[in-house]
């Protein structure tokens, strides 16, 4: 069974920055892609960033030009930064490695941003 465990999130003003982390149980570059979604309350879970074993990222279009997502293979993680960060940004935000067709989902961190 894998494991996601994320870290990183907090408490932000709007306009600041983070760092979110994502550590995998297992080799990262054995999943399709390694992506971030984030859920707010009332709200369905959104993809926000993803990142295929071949490079190829995909942006929501809602943080295109503020958001980046890395992975550094040796540690099995993934990383997403977040700057310019909107009161709109705030949710909790889960790491998810797609498995081909099979999907493991990390517990979530909250990011909060104040106006």
């Known amino acids: 069974q894998v494991q996601l465990v994320e870290s990183g999130g907090g408490l932000v003003q709007a306009g600041g920055s983070l760092r979110l982390s994502c550590t995998a149980s297992?080799?990262?570059?054995?999943?399709?892609?390694m992506d971030w979604y984030r859920q707010a309350p009332g709200r369905q879970r959104d993809l926000v960033a993803s990142?295929?074993?071949?490079?190829?990222?995909i942006y929501a279009d809602f943080v295109k030009g503020r958001f980046i997502i890395s992975r550094d293979n040796a540690k099995n993680t993934v990383y997403l930064q977040m700057d310019n960060l909107k009161p709109e940004d705030t949710a909790v935000y889960y790491c998810n490695a797609d498995g081909y067709g099979a999907d493991y989902w990390g517990q979530g961190t909250q990011v909060t941003v104040s106006s």
């Open positions: 297992s080799d990262i570059f054995s999943f399709h892609s």
């Open positions: 990142l295929t074993s071949g490079g190829t990222t």
